[in-house]
């Protein structure tokens, strides 16, 4: 047996002080815990972004040893990166997962969903993602979602009320008090619940260092061939990039998101190793969906609108 | 990139600081904010841009710091903030989190929500004004959470002419009161947020004063009580049993620790059943220890296979809180639909949820003068008051004065689910509650405790 003495926080603090990182894990791990109690079937939204890998780490935690019992959902939007595809499958099959898969492309091609003319197929994915939410009747949906990402996520409660249209509606939101989180909700109904809602950024990747977490090799420094949209990088592909006008060039760079490839932008980096990716995060003056997704500056509130019908 | 990795272990063993912010509508307290996200370098560059340009949007020369926190469009039409809203931000000795709480009367229940997770709350004053109403009522709420810290900031010092006594003078009228209210620890800051005296910096105009500014109080202010005399409580949440050839027999208590410590071969009960056992290991996320606390989520091994599930309260022997049907306590009304006398609720507590009837509404407390008001009846939005209720099953309470986790629930409408009331079990306020107004209304008492 180990036995771990006191974390020794600053000299104010008493021995019993818990590091942030410590702090965050357990309250993230309790609000997995009070999801497997209470609610008949929840799913965690996985992207194969390090905020839902982060995700899954903490549900393995959670119940170990027993298996982690939620299933996987993917929104797949038809413009994924290869190398975040491959980590996907790769995780589900090696902790034994169950994984669904709501599909942009399929909906386009039936004739369901209409391309945007910008290309973007981020808005696109509300629909599908709702509509199997209903189907599969999933009643508690995890998000990766943290609140200082976006000044709209900075009002999301950790259990967000979702109507039967999958709504949100942030006027009547439930008050969060005390760590006493209301799951309860009607037929029809769901609940999304954000564990992560607490961290930030620089957060999350500390703690994927600290607990060496693997990750998509998007993350890290590499060479690709990018061409410049609206001030980003993007990656040039059959998605739809580059355009006339637009020329593609070889740069050293890396991804702070995964998402869309039509809407997501790399920064050049050349950082390789975590421990260069924690330190650029440390000094770097943009926030992570600033430095690199479009489609938050469509509008001041484009955001809490996208929420509002029922995106992540 | 000047970062080191020593710099970067630094950065992970800070603590985390939970606080939040009270003041009326013209306070300056998105000013405060502003300064301190601003100061402490985490408003960024694409954020301060955004507000920039929404600033020009509506005509406005200089950026609207309020913009950067009004995340709502309903808030940013109205220029008000309806909502909480949670803040990060982050110094080189501490992480933190502010819960950062709309000013107007009508949104007690955000401030009780913001205070119910908070270690310490700012509330400011207009250093012109002095103690208001608002003020009072800001430190009743703090005092009726049990916060453990207070810090009273004396804004707009800049519009006094920096002076001692009008600063002296509030400190004092808001400690007596505070005080009087159970309020354990209250620090005084003059500051003027606008200028930014005291808030991240020392001032030059208030020599006079020795104290910390409010960044620096934030970043030493102690986090964590003595644990070793708190009463240990484990709230079951999921049990854990793998049923795998590799955990045949494995059968883990998962829950997060509410209060206290617990350690390897103590002997515990577990309520309702009063059934014993010992501890026979400690599970932290995988890792085994033989001693865990509060905050930690830990999973309990015990000697022997006794029925547990969700809902039950693992506890040292001999250490275990009384469990009954009838509870009575404050609760703050949170919903726009009343709570009346003969109502069916829901009590969650912890990790359990009973079905329970309202039995009594013995008063509501007028928090402008904390005058109390016999029977009213029912109570609405943002009221507080005494209710008794009757639960279905027995449930194991501790006062809230003891434990502010294993001493709170929720009152849920069982028809659609609304959080209806936040309760504290136990008495209201821990100080004598000498305040003018009710000593003529309240009966004489002979322990300190103040029951209204």
Not at chain 2, 10 to 15: C, E, I, N, P, W
Not at chain 2, 152 to 178: Q, R
Request: proline share 5%; aromatic share 6%.
């Amino acid at each position: 047996m180990t036995t771990v003495a006191p974390t020794t926080g600053e000299e104010t603090d008493s021995p019993y002080a818990l590091s942030h990182l410590d702090a965050l894990e357990s309250e993230a791990v309790h609000i997995f815990r009070e999801v497997a109690g209470e609610f008949e079937r929840p799913v965690i939204l996985f992207s194969g972004g390090k905020d839902s890998i982060v995700m899954l780490h903490l549900a393995l935690k959670a119940f170990a040893p027993a298996p982690v019992p939620f299933t996987l959902l993917h929104v797949d939007t038809g413009h994924n990166f290869p190398e975040v595809l491959e980590y996907r499958d790769r995780v589900v099959a090696e902790h034994g997962l169950r994984l669904h898969v709501a599909s942009v492309q399929e909906y386009i091609d039936r004739g369901a969903l209409k391309e945007r003319p910008d290309g973007t197929r981020n808005p696109l994915q509300t629909v599908p993602l709702t509509e199997k939410i209903q189907a599969e009747r999933f009643d508690a949906v995890f998000g990766g979602g943290r609140r200082d990402e976006e000044k709209a996520r900075a009002k999301e409660r950790v259990f967000s009320l979702r109507d039967e249209f999958s709504q949100w509606d942030p006027r009547r939101q439930r008050p969060e008090l005390w760590q006493l989180y209301n799951g309860r909700h009607a037929p029809g109904e769901h609940v999304r619940v954000f564990p992560l809602s607490n961290w930030t950024e620089l957060d999350v990747w500390q703690y994927i260092a600290r607990e060496g977490i693997a990750l998509p090799e998007i993350y890290f420094a590499h060479e690709r061939d990018v061409f410049k949209r609206s001030g980003m990088w993007l990656t040039a592909g059959e998605w739809g990039g580059p355009k006339d006008g637009e020329s593609v060039e070889k740069r050293l760079i890396r991804y702070r998101t995964v998402g869309d490839m039509s809407c997501t932008g790399a920064v050049d980096s050349d950082a390789t190793t975590l421990d260069a990716v924690i330190a650029e995060i440390a000094a770097s003056r943009l926030t992570e969906r600033g430095a690199t997704r479009a489609d938050d500056k469509m509008s001041e509130a484009a955001m809490e609108d996208r929420k509002r019908e029922g995106y992540f | 990139m000047t970062t080191t990795t020593e710099q970067l272990a630094d950065l992970s063993a800070t603590t985390l600081l939970r606080f939040a912010t009270a003041g009326s509508v013209d306070d300056g307290k998105s000013t405060l904010v502003g300064r301190l996200l601003h100061d402490s370098k985490s408003v960024l560059t694409d954020q301060l841009e955004a507000v920039e340009h929404a600033s020009r949007n509506r005509g406005q020369e200089t950026p609207d710091l309020a913009l950067l926190t009004d995340g709502l469009r309903a808030e940013r039409e109205q220029g008000i903030t309806i909502d909480v809203a949670y803040r990060y931000f982050a110094t080189a000795r501490r992480r933190f989190i502010l819960a950062d709480t709309p000013g107007h009367v009508q949104y007690t229940r955000n401030m009780v929500t913001g205070a119910s997770t908070a270690d310490l709350a700012v509330v400011l004053v207009d250093a012109r004004n002095g103690v208001i109403e608002q003020t009072r009522r800001h430190a009743a709420v703090a005092a009726l959470l049990r916060v453990p810290h207070v810090v009273l900031a004396v804004n707009k010092m800049d519009l006094v002419d920096y002076a001692e006594p009008v600063f002296a003078k509030i400190a004092e009228e808001f400690t007596a009161y505070a005080s009087d209210l159970g309020v354990p620890e209250i620090t005084a800051i003059p500051i003027s947020a606008l200028a930014g005296d005291n808030v991240v910096e020392p001032s030059a105009n208030m020599d006079w004063y020795g104290g910390p500014t409010v960044l620096e109080h934030l970043e030493t202010v102690p986090v964590s009580h003595d644990l070793t005399s708190c009463h240990a409580r484990l709230p079951v949440q999921v049990v854990i049993r793998p049923q795998t050839a590799e955990h045949p027999d494995y059968r883990g208590y998962a829950g997060q620790i509410a209060a206290g410590t617990f350690r390897v071969g103590e002997s515990v009960t577990v309520l309702p059943s009063g059934r014993t056992s010992k501890v026979s290991g400690i599970d932290l996320l995988g890792k085994s220890v033989d001693v865990a606390w509060t905050p930690q989520s830990v999973t309990l091994l015990l000697e022997d296979d006794i029925d547990i599930s969700r809902g039950d309260l693992i506890v040292p022997t001999g250490d275990a809180p009384a469990t009954s049907q009838d509870v009575e306590a404050t609760v703050c009304h949170v919903a726009d639909q009343p709570l009346a006398v003969g109502q069916r609720v829901l009590l969650k507590h912890t990790t359990r949820t009973v079905k329970a009837i309202v039995k009594e509404i013995p008063s509501r407390l007028t928090l402008d003068d904390l005058s109390q008001h016999p029977e009213p009846g029912q109570l609405v939005a943002n009221d507080i008051g005494r209710v008794k209720v009757r639960t279905a099953e027995p449930v194991a309470l501790d006062d809230y004065a003891d434990s502010r986790r294993t001493g709170s629930f929720l009152l849920i409408d069982p028809s659609d689910g609304t959080t209806l009331a936040a309760g504290m079990a136990g008495e209201a306020f821990g100080g004598k509650a000498h305040a003018a107004h009710a000593e003529e209304t309240a009966p004489a008492s002979d322990d300190d405790g103040w029951d209204f």
